[in-house]
């Protein structure tokens, strides 16, 4: 009797690997496939986020030339500045009236800054206008809760006097200080990367 016992543990003990074997092979053979993600659908239609987002790339072209210590070429960024935020149609927002007329005053500031820049040489007294709208922008980023990038609030602790701090908007996470720039009389270059990172929008997810 204990031969065929014997035998028919054997038999199972085959089966048994060979159904292993098996299923191991069609899972290589046909792979699970990742789930597709969902696509994320903009809250602001794409007239809008287009427009919104010409004006934040005239923004960082300013900044640059902040960076650079260029004021002919901030005058010239700030006029382009000026011309693209005019442009953006804040009545496809949607959003109630208070919200779009809360961004349509932000908006005028941003204008009325640039314009206050193009009008003078002084680079010192652009960066004051500079930092007014720049916070004016930052503040309408969250109005319109733009959400194609994430913004950066970053700040700088001596803007002003060695003492005087300010803020700027950047699409990175990297300090490039355009309060003290490359070419500042002090300290040249030295602190192109001081500041800090204190907020940062995202509204992608949301």
């Given at each position: ?5 014997v ?10 690997g ?6 191991k ?43 650079e ?8 960024a ?18 109630d ?39 004016d ?16 609030h ?21 300090v ?31």
């Open positions: 009797m204990k031969k065929p016992v035998l028919i543990l054997i038999l199972v003990v085959i089966a048994v060979a159904y292993f074997v098996l299923s092979r069609n899972a290589n053979e046909n792979p699970e496939q990742p789930k597709q993600q969902a696509l994320l659908v903009s809250k602001n239609d794409e007239t809008f986020n287009k427009a919104f987002a010409a004006s934040l790339e005239k923004y960082y072209v300013l900044k640059d030339a902040f960076v210590w260029d004021s002919t070429k901030a005058g010239k700030a006029g382009d500045l000026a011309a693209s935020v005019s442009q953006i149609p804040f009545g496809s927002l949607k959003s009236t208070t919200i779009i007329s809360t961004a349509k005053n932000f908006a005028d500031g941003i204008v009325s800054e640039s314009k206050a820049i193009q009008g003078t040489p002084e680079i010192t007294e652009q960066r004051h206008s500079f930092y007014t709208l720049s916070e922008f930052y503040n309408l980023v969250r109005t319109v809760r733009y959400d194609q990038a994430v913004i950066y970053v700040n700088c602790p001596m803007a002003f006097n060695d003492e005087q701090e300010a803020f700027w908007i950047s699409n990175t996470k990297d490039v200080n355009p309060y003290l720039g490359k070419k500042h009389p002090k300290y040249k270059s030295g602190m192109i990367n001081c500041g800090e990172v204190k907020d940062s929008i995202d509204f992608r997810h949301k």
